[in-house]
């Protein structure tokens, strides 16, 4: 089964109440941006772990990172734990397609450190996203289906963002 990139996005829309204004489309646009922002790192996941020979799959850090979204998410937590998982299987996604497309191909000479550089990059991402899931709860569903639609991913990267691009070569 696919999982697109935009799952998280669609629960999402799936979920919150109706209702618009100003201020509702700017927190749309920020939450929406912050999942892109998130969701485009996972290139940088896929290159260390295309580098270091790591699986795709961290269960332990799934697990740690949905027990910190009960604690810091309060009300919205159920919300809150669905797009963080929606994420992460996005993530798990873009990441495989990536090292299928490199497969074959030397390793990268610079790819960046996992846990020193990307992951705190995460979890400031996550940290934003979950301190907005209670803005965005409010927030009405054609709102966010218009920042949805906002949505750009790197034209190189596109086939690994998206369940119907194309494969590309390798790094």
């Not at 772990?49 to 949905?66: C, I």
């Not at 604690?71 to 809150?80: F, P």
């Not at 927030?139 to 949505?151: G, I, Q």
Request: glycine fraction near 6%; proline fraction near 5%.
């Amino acid at each position: 089964m696919k999982i697109c990139v935009a799952v998280g996005l669609w629960i999402l829309l799936a979920l919150v109440a109706l209702g618009s204004d100003r201020s509702e489309v700017r927190t749309a646009r920020r939450f929406i941006g912050l999942l892109q922002q998130r969701l485009l790192l996972s290139r940088q996941v896929a290159m260390a772990k295309f580098n270091s020979g790591a699986p795709v799959e961290d269960l332990k850090r799934e697990r740690e990172l949905l027990e910190k979204t009960l604690k810091v998410a309060g009300r919205g937590h159920e919300l809150a734990q669905r797009v963080l998982q929606s994420q992460i299987d996005a993530s798990k996604t873009a990441q495989r397609k990536f090292i299928a497309k490199w497969a074959g191909h030397p390793r990268f000479k610079h790819a960046p450190d996992l846990a020193r550089e990307i992951r705190p990059k995460l979890d400031k991402l996550t940290k934003e996203m979950l301190s907005m899931m209670r803005s965005v709860l409010g927030t009405s569903v054609p709102t966010l289906r218009r920042a949805a639609r906002r949505v750009r991913w790197p034209k190189q990267d596109v086939d690994c963002f998206s369940p119907h691009g194309r494969s590309r070569s390798g790094p």
